[in-house]
């Protein structure tokens, strides 16, 4: 019963901002499913493909989804996944982690404030 | 759709990626941005977003998959619980006046940035 309120709960996130739902999904396995870490973060990776793919399919029928952006950025971003994760073993992840930070608060406030 | 577009879009795609990859973020929260810059509407943007970060999570799956981390039967509850919480959030976002939308994700990133800056700064180097 739990699993279906963290469900519901990841795809009305996922959905409205258009992003995965990992961010509501992770945190709720780990606090009030008993999750370890990583298996939180591979069955959340598996539960967002069935999340995502709903939430394209539904917006496909209101006319918002563009297939061409979507090739353009996510088929080079899936690469770019694969390097990503293999260099986290061998830069300073911490401290490049607060420029990251700075980089996503400088775009949230662009997009707050245009 | 130009040829810069095409050359920049390719870019900041491969650039989302990487970054997702390393800070452990989902490749969404930099693909609506993305999108955004490159022309399309905050919902445009959304929807799209979502059908782009199928490969990079499909990828991911398979990935955890063989490191043994994915347990299926509950990832399959997960994810068909979430289709009635994605017919809500789609029904909330194509009501919504885009600046709205655009500005609750501006706050969504804030929080973000929040909470990466956070785990960064207690988890002992």
Redesign the interface.
Same mark, same amino acid.
């Given at each position: 019963m739990r699993?279906?309120?963290?469900?519901?709960?990841?795809?009305?996130?996922?959905?409205?901002?258009?992003?995965?739902?990992?961010?509501v999904?992770v945190p709720l396995l780990l606090l009030a499913?008993g999750y370890a870490e990583?298996?939180a973060?591979?069955?959340?990776?598996?539960?967002?493909?069935?999340?995502?793919?709903?939430?394209?399919t539904?917006? &496909?029928f209101?006319g918002?989804?563009?297939?061409?952006? @979507?090739?353009?950025?996510?088929?080079?971003?899936?690469?770019?996944?694969? &390097?990503?994760?293999?260099?986290?073993q061998r830069?300073?992840?911490? @401290?490049?982690?607060?420029a990251?930070?700075?980089l996503?608060?400088g775009?949230?406030?662009?997009?707050?404030a245009? | 759709m130009s040829p810069t577009t095409v050359a920049v879009g390719l870019a900041l795609g491969l650039a989302a990626g990487i970054l997702a990859g390393l800070f452990g973020v989902g490749g969404g929260i930099l693909f609506v941005p993305t999108l955004v810059g490159l022309g399309l509407g905050q919902l445009d943007a959304e929807a799209t977003s979502l059908l782009a970060i199928l490969p990079t999570v499909a990828a991911g799956a398979l990935r955890q998959h063989r490191y043994g981390n994915v347990r299926w039967r509950d990832a399959a509850l997960l994810g068909v619980s979430s289709i009635v919480g994605v017919q809500a959030g789609v029904l909330i976002a194509t009501n919504l006046p885009e600046d709205v939308l655009r500005r609750l994700f501006g706050v969504l990133l804030l929080g973000v940035a929040a909470q990466l800056a956070w785990r960064a700064y207690s988890s002992k180097a």
């Amino acid at each position: 019963m739990r699993l279906v309120a963290i469900g519901a709960a990841a795809g009305l996130f996922s959905a409205l901002f258009g992003v995965g739902g990992g961010i509501v999904i992770v945190p709720l396995l780990l606090l009030a499913a008993g999750y370890a870490e990583r298996p939180a973060t591979g069955t959340s990776l598996a539960a967002i493909g069935i999340t995502a793919l709903a939430g394209t399919t539904l917006y &496909a029928f209101e006319g918002n989804v563009d297939v061409g952006y @979507a090739a353009l950025v996510g088929l080079p971003a899936a690469a770019g996944a694969i &390097a990503g994760a293999s260099l986290q073993q061998r830069v300073p992840v911490r @401290a490049l982690t607060f420029a990251f930070s700075s980089l996503l608060t400088g775009v949230g406030i662009w997009l707050i404030a245009t | 759709m130009s040829p810069t577009t095409v050359a920049v879009g390719l870019a900041l795609g491969l650039a989302a990626g990487i970054l997702a990859g390393l800070f452990g973020v989902g490749g969404g929260i930099l693909f609506v941005p993305t999108l955004v810059g490159l022309g399309l509407g905050q919902l445009d943007a959304e929807a799209t977003s979502l059908l782009a970060i199928l490969p990079t999570v499909a990828a991911g799956a398979l990935r955890q998959h063989r490191y043994g981390n994915v347990r299926w039967r509950d990832a399959a509850l997960l994810g068909v619980s979430s289709i009635v919480g994605v017919q809500a959030g789609v029904l909330i976002a194509t009501n919504l006046p885009e600046d709205v939308l655009r500005r609750l994700f501006g706050v969504l990133l804030l929080g973000v940035a929040a909470q990466l800056a956070w785990r960064a700064y207690s988890s002992k180097a």
